[in-house]
């Protein structure tokens, strides 16, 4: 049967033209294949077939204008509907049974084990025989109904208190204890004995290793104290709980604390990864073969994994790493095999709002991948910061309160008898009173201050600790230090399901540095260990080293046949490698062929368009190469509509855990807003850093999971660069892959969205990152040589860059590709135009972006006004032009007695003449790059100053980059240069209704 395909519902568009029909008569086609390419001024969006059949009628062809109802095509559906008869299994890797089934068996039931409640009779209650009767009640049905009925009980009981007016509890934090009572740890397999001493050796070695760096050169410095606090909760992860990638499994992800680094390369000497040798390079990397200071994939490109040492960078990043891995196994690209992503910060750490900021994303995306680690030593760099507050109660809450699941690990195994002991629940009570300063304090003093401060407040606590000498006591330990703590956390988290986890651990800063170091506020800095301190660290380690030994602080590494070393092997040996370890298996993606970027070449004749409507139909026309389209991670933060974006909504769908739950406002529209589990856009919200993180964790998962992605992350310039450099950095550090895509750009482009909207600089803080390839293209053709590039280089030939590109809002026309010009566009300038005719005085016009247009209508007026011709070079990237001009420049310098090689800028303008006026939508210092290496007069223009809401035109007047201030200023540049008088600047100035009086724009 005949059936009609028409123009669905486009929204408040009329009379649309078709840029493309991508069907023929007679072609056999399934639901949902595009028939034709529908084109607004704003954006362009395929509309899909509603159904399979044959064609056999097309009513519209290439420049049709259409609107809604309008027909297409006549189909014969007939046929059975293809796509549902071969319909993929979705997502057929997306769950691994085996490691369901093992995760139910492995899944606490937490109806089986369950403490009682104890019951304590609090100093305050007015009633504790009633208190009493309530608890044995709740007692009562744990035991006959289980916890999950006691629960629903205790939340019934809160509702209705909640509906009757009562002021309720607050159940944002917990008592200060810790979360999992003793009866419910899970016991260690390993043998503590051996671990003991395995840390003691990592330990010390990580101190020597700074010690001995800083003997070389205060310079050098480090840090002690931070890994002394976290020595534990790494050893008992690295012993017991991450596996590493290997051929049969992806491996967890660890973001290691990033000053806590001397750890790692103190486990990997042991482990027989690293040398003697090379520790002893710590920090003195400018030779080959040293240590980083922290972790830099980068410096260290086979160890290190994720760089984390600028605050708050690493648990946004792993964040959004825990979502892209759910998202890559979602989207049917990976299997699900349970790993996990371990991230380690301190307490101090936590002030960055980048630390906290996605924490509610991570439960509301149920990222039960995720476990958190926050190390609370009660310190930062110069002490508590807050001691007057307790920080862990302070994450408590934070976490918690976004719904993630809370392990605290406060105390350690030498306080439980006490715990138990405490039958007035006093101690509790202490514990939750005392602050952190005062704790701290308590770590630097010893037993008998830690008996008068915290004991002695109550005559009931001193009795209990009464026995104890005060060794006992300040032995009594934190939760961090004590393995077996540790350890039930650690097994707890990898057992939660549903959302993540954080165990938020209590430690000491500088644990064992003793007098030197040990919880003082000056902990932090602590690079140098006099002898004294040295000989006090092998003591309370027990590391086998005799004072000698200690005072040449020399290394210690059992013989490779000890029990130590083998057990350290062994113990990664079942975890089925090393970590960290850096490594990538991911087959390279074949570029696409040239012709999805032929329409790009050609002249769009009348047609206006920007430079992003152009990247956006790329996209769509790279979603049809079977190569590429599923690989695309289009990232969008902001509003997808203002870059044209929403055509991708319903074609690949927005990435929704949980699908869509929801009808649509727009569901009978084209561009409806589609949910969907297996959807490929991520539409981050707003949140720059988020979008950046997701955009990093997909341009490194070639090495973190062995899959060559394109992400293409698109959003506002001005809150790029200049509002996630610091994520930027990190991302050229972990050599990501990938675009990123600086739309709505230039300072007088975006006209109406003024000072804090209008990018001018975003290429100069690209440029500063040694790996980013930027441009900022004017034309569709440059816009697609350039990403065609992009692609072949950072997906095809695996090079570690990563490309920035501008995009424009602005509509004009795109002229065809001028012949024999690709190369040009790449290396950063080429000859769009000459004026050759009239004058004979020339000038080198170079502009970029928008501007590139003045520069164009600049010379016509000024050969056709003034014969002044000029040479029009369009300048696709300042910063790729500077780069090259400094690596020649070097080269000649350093080889004074060669042929001086010429920079590619020499090359282009060796036979031209003419003094060199470069124009574009950024600051001065853009252009200002190239000018040693241009060996002419050089007079830059461009839009230093803040920005401000006008007109296009206004505000090119306003920062002096219009045609008629490029044809005023080029005069004038010419009679200083002596090659006219000057009255027809002066004419031109007077003509243009330059005002000489107004300020430079820097100055308004
Ligand atoms: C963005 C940023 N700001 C400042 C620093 C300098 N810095 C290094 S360690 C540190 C203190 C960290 O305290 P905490 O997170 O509690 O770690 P701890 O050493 O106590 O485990 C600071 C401020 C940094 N690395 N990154
Ligand atoms: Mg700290």
């Known amino acids: 049967m005949a059936q009609n395909i028409t123009v669905p519902d486009i929204g408040d568009f009329e009379s649309v033209e078709i840029i493309e029909v991508l069907a023929k008569i007679g072609d056999q086609i399934n639901k949902d294949d595009p028939i034709v390419t529908l084109e607004s001024d704003k954006s362009s969006v395929e509309v899909p077939s509603p159904f399979s059949g044959k064609i056999l009628e097309l009513n519209v062809k290439v420049g049709d204008k259409v609107s809604k109802g309008s027909l297409l095509a006549k189909l014969d559906n007939d046929l059975p509907n293809i796509n549902e008869d071969v319909k993929v299994q979705e997502n057929e890797f997306s769950v691994d049974k085996k490691i369901i089934k093992k995760r139910e068996k492995e899944n606490i039931n937490s109806n089986k084990v369950i403490k009682k409640i104890n019951i304590l009779s609090l100093k305050d209650d007015q009633d504790p025989v009633e208190t009493q009767e309530w608890i044995e009640s709740l007692n009562a049905v744990i035991e006959n109904d289980g916890p999950s009925r006691a629960s629903f009980l205790l939340n019934r009981v809160v509702s209705e208190a909640y509906t009757a007016g009562l002021v309720l509890p607050d159940t944002r934090t917990t008592p200060y204890i810790n979360t999992i009572p003793i009866e419910l740890e899970a016991k260690s397999p390993g043998d503590q004995n051996i671990e003991k001493k395995i840390r003691a050796y990592i330990r010390w070695n990580a101190a020597a290793m700074v010690v001995r760096a800083n003997k070389i050169s205060s310079e050098l410095g480090g840090h002690i104290g931070t890994f002394a606090s976290a020595a534990t909760l790494y050893d008992v992860g690295m012993n017991h709980f991450w596996r590493a990638k290997n051929k049969d499994f992806g491996g967890d992800l660890i973001y290691f604390q990033g000053h806590s680094a001397p750890g790692m390369y103190a486990r990997a000497f042991l482990e027989g990864r690293l040398s003697e040798k090379q520790l002893d390079k710590f920090r003195q990397e400018v030779d080959s073969g040293g240590l980083s200071s922290y972790p830099h994939p980068w410096l260290m490109p086979k160890f290190w994994q ?72 009660l310190q930062r760099l110069d002490g508590p910061v807050r001691g007057n507050g307790k920080i862990i109660q302070e994450l408590e809450g934070n976490f918690r309160g976004a719904g993630w699941n809370v392990l605290k690990v406060i105390w350690g195994s030498y306080w439980d008898p006490l715990l138990k002991a405490d039958k007035t629940g006093l101690l509790m009570k202490r514990m939750n009173e005392v602050v952190d300063g005062e704790y701290q304090a308590m770590k630097a003093k010893g037993g008998a201050y830690v008996r008068e401060k915290f004991f002695g407040k109550y005559p009931e606590l001193k009795e209990l600790v009464s026995s104890m000498t005060d060794n006992d006591i300040w032995k009594l330990n934190r939760g961090g230090h004590d393995p077996h703590k540790v350890y039930a956390a650690y097994h707890a988290a990898m057992q939660h399901q549903g959302t993540p986890t954080v165990i938020i651990a209590k430690t000491v800063k500088g644990y064992g540095m003793g007098k030197s170091g040990e919880s003082i506020n000056t902990t932090h800095q602590q690079k140098k260990l006099d002898e004294q301190d040295l000989l ?154 988020g979008a950046m993180s997701s955009w990093i964790a997909a341009a490194t998962a070639y090495t973190n999971h062995d899959i060559e992605m394109i992400p293409v992350y698109i959003f506002y310039s001005m809150f790029g660069f200049q509002r996630v450099g610091d994520l930027a950095w990190a991302a050229g550090d972990a050599q990501a892959r990938g675009f990123l895509i600086g739309a709505t750009a230039g300072r007088t482009t975006l006209a109406g969205e003024g000072l804090q909207h ?247």
């Open 306 to 377: 994720f760089p984390t040492v600028s605050m708050g960078l690493g648990p946004i990043m792993a964040i959004y790493q825990a979502r892209f891995l759910k998202y890559l196994i979602n989207r049917g690209l990976l299997k699900d095999e349970g790993r996990k992503i371990w991230v380690f910060i301190g307490d101090g750490e936590t002030d960055e709002p980048e630390s906290l900021g996605a924490i509610s994303l991570a439960a509301r995306e149920k990222l039960d991948n995720l476990i958190f680690v926050v190390n609370c030593n």
């Open 536 to 689: 006090y660290y092998r003591d309370r380690f027990n590391v086998p080293l005799t004072d000698e030994q200690v005072k040449n602080i020399e290394y210690y590494k059992p013989a490779e046949n000890s029990e130590e070393i083998k057990y350290l092997k062994e113990r990664r040996k079942q975890l089925g490698g090393f970590i960290p370890e850096r490594s990538s298996l991911s087959k390279p993606i074949k570029a696409p062929p040239e012709d999805i970027f032929e329409s790009f070449m050609k002249s769009t004749g009348e047609k206006e368009m920007s430079t992003t409507m152009a990247l956006v139909r790329m996209l769509t026309n790279l979603l049809r190469d079977k190569n590429v389209a599923p690989r695309l991670v289009p990232i969008i933060p902001d509003e997808a509509r203002t870059f044209g974006m929403e055509g991708f909504f319903r074609k690949i769908g927005i990435y929704a855990h949980e699908g869509q739950k929801y009808e649509p406002e727009d569901s009978e529209q084209l561009s409806s807003y589609k949910e969907t589990k297996s959807g490929q856009v991520l539409e981050e919200g707003i949140t720059e850093a």
């Open 758 to 1004: 209008q990018d001018g600089h975003s290429h100069i803080l690209a440029s500063m990152i040694p790996n980013c390839v930027s441009y900022d293209p004017t034309f569709s053709y440059e816009m697609a040589v350039i990403f065609r590039e992009g692609l072949r280089r950072m997906h095809e030939k695996n090079e570690n860059v990563f490309y920035y590109i501008t995009a424009m809002n602005e509509n004009y026309t795109h002229p065809e590709k001028p012949k024999d010009v690709d190369e040009g566009i790449l290396k950063g300038m080429y000859l769009f135009k000459e004026y050759k005719n009239k004058g004979k005085i020339k000038i080198q016009l170079m502009g970029s972006g928008t501007i590139l247009r003045e520069a164009i209508a600049a010379a016509k007026i000024l050969s056709e006004e003034y014969s002044v011709d000029s040479d029009i070079w369009s300048v696709t990237s300042f910063n790729e032009l500077r780069k090259d001009g400094m690596e020649i420049e070097r080269r000649n310098l350093l080889n004074p007695n060669d042929k001086k090689e010429k920079s590619y800028i020499e090359k282009c303008l060796e036979k031209k003449d003419g003094p060199i006026i470069a124009v574009s939508d950024y600051v001065r210092s853009f252009s200002d790059q190239i000018r040693p290496y241009t060996n002419k007069p050089f007079y830059s223009f461009g839009t230093d100053g803040f920005g401000r809401s006008d007109t296009r035109k206004n505000l090119r007047k306003f920062f002096e980059v219009d045609k008629e201030h490029i044809v005023a200023y080029t005069l004038s540049a010419l009679a200083k240069e002596q090659l006219i008088g000057s009255d027809s600047a002066e004419k031109a100035f007077k003509k243009y209704n330059i005002d000489k009086k107004k300020k430079i724009p820097t100055k308004l």
